[in-house]
């Protein structure tokens, strides 16, 4: 899904923000574990893989999946990861689901015939917008829109990511970050904020997501159709651009071909190639 780009950039960019004010986890390191090729292919992954020293120095580690929308399967998904690294580490494991958008479905439980397990799970529209915006944490503010009475605050939130001392391209990637996730519950509120901000928006990697014409028809057709044709569909130089980006951001051949539902060949053959600079 293209909000995958908007959920890696943030945590790229404020992972301990989020472990620390949205997951309540207080830490002092986290490090991302990255997977061996040949475990790409045999399994599947969870979103995010951290091994954690809490502020008293113990280590564990956590398994933390990104939902734009509730999925029935979460919880079993959840508990598969966690076998998997419990057999591996032998460390003490952490697991959460954040979940972006309401569900009277969601639940923090799986329960079988011989299995019971919990987990935690973080409602982030159970979170109050007012909070971040008073504790001026500007890395979490792309989140606002889908925050409790967080369409309130998006003009300010927005202004005050802007009018940070971030650098000019963290200021990109924080302001398309809200636009695309905004889109979860808004058809209006992206096309507002690109055109404010286009200017500053177009040196973003995520910011050609916003340009797919595909995407756009998403916000006004129903967003997952919107995009399930964009992905079909596709611009090739588009995503041709959006790969390039990328690859300068520092992402994995395998991450781009999965968030852009690209074939991996593809992504090879660009990181290959000396990319020219990218202008829009």
Same mark, same amino acid.
């Given at each position: 899904m293209y909000y995958d780009v908007a959920e890696k950039l943030l945590m790229q960019k404020a992972r301990e923000a989020i472990l620390k004010h949205l997951l309540g986890i207080p830490v002092s390191r986290s490090i991302l574990i990255e997977e061996l090729p040949q475990e790409t292919v045999s399994a599947r992954l969870s979103d995010y893989t951290?091994?954690?020293?809490?502020?008293?120095?113990?280590?564990?580690?956590?398994?933390?999946?990104?939902k734009s929308r509730w999925e029935k399967h979460a919880g079993l998904q959840v508990l598969e990861y966690r076998v998997r690294y419990k057999k591996r580490y032998n460390l003490p494991i952490l697991s959460y689901i954040l979940l972006l958008t309401p569900s009277n479905?969601?639940?923090?439980?799986?329960?079988?015939?011989?299995?019971?397990?919990?987990?935690?799970?973080?409602k982030l529209y159970e979170i109050d917008a007012s909070r971040i915006m008073e504790e001026n944490l500007t890395t979490l503010m792309p989140f606002v829109p889908l925050m409790k009475d967080g369409k309130r605050y998006i003009l300010e939130a927005e202004?005050?990511?802007?009018?940070?001392?971030m650098n000019r391209i963290d200021k990109a990637d924080m302001i398309t970050c809200m636009?695309?996730?905004?889109?979860?519950?808004?058809?209006e509120i992206p096309h507002e904020i690109i055109n404010r901000r286009r200017d500053l928006m177009i040196e973003s990697v995520a910011y050609d997501i916003l340009k797919d014409e595909g995407y756009?028809? *998403?916000? $006004? =057709? /129903?967003? %997952? !159709? +919107?995009?399930?044709? *964009?992905? $079909? =569909? /596709?611009? %090739? !130089? +588009?995503?041709e651009r959006s790969i390039r980006k990328m690859l300068l951001k520092g992402f994995k051949p395998?991450?781009?071909s999965q968030i852009l539902d690209v074939d991996i060949d593809r992504v090879l053959r660009l990181a290959d190639v000396s990319a020219p600079s990218v202008s829009e």
């Open positions: 951290l091994r954690i020293h809490h502020e008293d120095g113990e280590p564990c580690i956590l398994l933390l999946e990104f479905a969601a639940t923090d439980v799986y329960e079988d015939e011989e299995v019971r397990f919990s987990y935690r799970l973080v202004d005050r990511i802007y009018q940070s001392e636009a695309i996730l905004s889109g979860l519950v808004s058809r756009r028809d *998403g916000w $006004e =057709k /129903g967003l %997952e !159709k +919107g995009i399930k044709k *964009g992905i $079909e =569909k /596709g611009i %090739e !130089k +588009g995503f395998e991450d781009i």
